[in-house]
């Protein structure tokens, strides 16, 4: 089992339970012990596109991570939390509630790299502990700004008091703060009431799947038709296809010479067998990240 489920997460569910969720999937199929991680942690509030890799997948979190994601994303104007969403305490108000008009004003500011600061209750490391748990513990983490980039931000709708916005972004990027600091342009207070990803890295909501048809597959014994293939979350990656003999080296880690491509990432491939994540330097083909798949001509 080597590819990605990805979860249409619901509301109320972490990141970490929603692993759990596909681990528990996985044993009730009869798959077995498989590892599992997620490509992006969703707060418990929002909603969306959950990339859970599986197997050899796994590999490949880290890209997941540090990919471009889509938010849609709903922000009341009038109250701020000390959380900035639902969940957290009123902290400061305004009687201001902006027009339509006034928020498209604002938005194109936000466009391109911008400074941000990350909530106080996030998971940024500071002196080795976890903004939100020094924060839960009455201390206020001195979190410095961020440079982050914001690709687009669409105004979708709104409704009295509140606006909903779509926003594509940059790995890092909070879109809570990025709420807080809208309506703070905006002369006002604001918080985080909806919060949905759309896509992430190359995975979309078409391709997502909810909790009750996991477990449905899961008691069909199935589950291997809800997966996508490892080489899903590498769709912009080109193939460079090699021989058995080089395929053999690769899987060593040794360096590769006398293959012509340019300066770049590749998906090396062995027929269709994913051997390695390998970069080119013009001159030789270095491993960055080797799977470990064989051909049945190789069992």
């Not at 709903?74 to 900035?84: C, E, N, P």
């Not at 340019?262 to 080119?280: C, F, H, M």
Request: aromatic share 4%; glycine share 10%.
């Amino acid at each position: 089992m080597h590819g990605w489920i990805i979860l249409d997460k619901p509301h109320g569910l972490g990141s970490t339970q929603a692993v759990a969720a596909v681990k528990r999937a996985l044993r009730d199929s009869g798959a077995g012990k498989c590892k599992v991680g997620h490509g992006g942690t969703l707060d418990p509030l929002a909603t969306g596109v959950l990339p859970i890799a599986i197997g050899e997948a796994t590999k490949l979190a880290g890209r997941m991570l540090d990919s471009d994601k889509i938010y849609d994303f709903t922000v009341a104007f009038g109250a701020q939390t000390d959380t900035l969403d639902l969940e957290g305490k009123v902290i400061a108000t305004s009687d201001i509630l902006p027009s339509f008009g006034d928020v498209e004003d604002v938005l194109a500011d936000f466009i391109g790299e911008i400074d941000q600061i990350p909530p106080v209750y996030s998971a940024i490391k500071i002196d080795g502990a976890r903004a939100y748990d020094l924060a839960r513990s009455g201390e206020a983490p001195d979190i410095k700004s961020r440079r982050i980039t914001i690709y687009h931000l669409d105004y979708l709708g709104e409704e009295t008091g509140s606006v909903t916005l779509r926003a594509h972004v940059s790995k890092g990027t909070y879109i809570r703060s990025l709420a807080r600091d809208i309506a703070l342009a905006l002369g006002t207070v604001g918080h985080v009431t909806m919060l949905r990803r759309i896509k992430a890295g190359p995975f979309t909501l078409e391709s997502a799947i909810s909790l009750d048809k996991l477990r449905h597959a899961a008691n069909e014994r199935d589950i291997g038709g809800l997966m996508l293939p490892l080489t899903a979350g590498l769709d912009d990656i080109p193939a460079l296809p090699v021989s058995p003999d080089q395929a053999l080296m690769l899987r060593q880690g040794k360096v590769l010479t006398g293959i012509t491509a340019t300066t770049g990432l590749y998906l090396a491939t062995q027929g269709d067998i994913p051997v390695a994540l390998v970069r080119s330097d013009d001159q030789e083909i270095i491993v960055v990240r080797g799977f470990n798949l064989m051909s049945r001509e190789d069992d």
